[in-house]
């Protein structure tokens, strides 16, 4: 009865490989994040989507391409990967972002740690 | 754009001490505002939140009062368990979170 749920944990890879992480919610829930967390335990937002929507997108590279081919997946695909890449990617989720009720809990997954070798 | 300062860690302290996590916060318009926990080896999970001024929120014994007029969210608990171990994150936003950098909490028995 996993909330939200991501897979693979653990991710290890050779630079320049295209590697996708998928992630899945069953509390039906219209929004969902990808988020990545860097050494450092800093976490910042980097794509949002509501109802298979793209609603945020911050200044990430274009080698990563979220996709949402319905309301509770949300797969983040990366091409060429770079050492850079490293971290702990998280997924979340939300209900509706357009509701416009204020302080809605964001729902995390397990994290996908990222080793780029 | 928003952000979030707060307290650098690491923070160690001894079961049943008193604990504050000091966060203050730049923002525009009017955020909703949280302490999110991150414990080892997990993702994070909501600790608690309060969404308009003067609203405390509360959870397992920690709190946290917005302070609208010194733009504040200090979290607090009055006698930490060596299970309170864990990450903690001051947050701000309502549809796009901003995260502070985060304060590693040890408790030592």
């Known amino acids: 009865d996993t909330a939200v749920s991501q897979t693979p944990k653990y991710l290890v890879t050779q630079m320049g490989n295209d590697k996708s992480i998928k992630c899945e919610q069953n509390?039906?829930?219209?929004?969902m994040y990808w988020y990545k967390q860097d050494s450092k335990k800093f976490l910042k937002i980097m794509f949002s989507?509501?109802?298979?929507?793209?609603?945020i997108n911050e200044t990430v590279p274009n080698r990563f391409s979220p996709k949402s081919p319905d309301k509770a997946h949300l797969n983040l695909h990366i091409n060429s990967l770079e050492l850079g890449d490293s971290a702990v990617y998280f997924c979340?989720?939300?209900?509706?972002?357009?509701?416009?009720?204020?302080?809605?809990?964001?729902?995390f997954g397990p994290g996908t740690r990222l080793t780029v070798l | 754009g928003n952000s979030v300062t707060q307290m650098e860690g690491p923070v160690t302290l001894s079961e049943e001490a008193f604990l504050t996590i000091n966060c203050t916060y730049t923002?525009?318009?009017?955020?909703?505002l949280f302490w999110y926990v991150q414990y080892p080896g997990e993702g994070l999970q909501l600790l608690l939140k309060?969404?308009?001024?003067?609203d405390k929120g509360s959870n397992k014994g920690f709190e946290a009062t917005y302070r609208k007029e010194t733009t504040s969210f200090h979290l607090e608990k009055g006698s930490v368990q060596v299970s309170d171990s864990a990450v903690y994150f001051c947050?701000?936003?309502?549809?796009?979170?901003?995260f502070g950098t985060g304060t590693r909490l040890t408790i030592i028995p």
């Open positions: 309060a969404t308009k001024a003067d």
């Open positions: 509390l039906g829930h219209d929004t």
């Open positions: 947050v701000i936003g309502n549809e796009k979170l901003t």
């Open positions: 989507y509501n109802n298979k929507e793209l609603i």
């Open positions: 923002a525009t318009g009017y955020p909703s």
């Open positions: 979340a989720s939300s209900p509706n972002a357009n509701s416009g009720t204020p302080g809605r809990t964001q729902y």
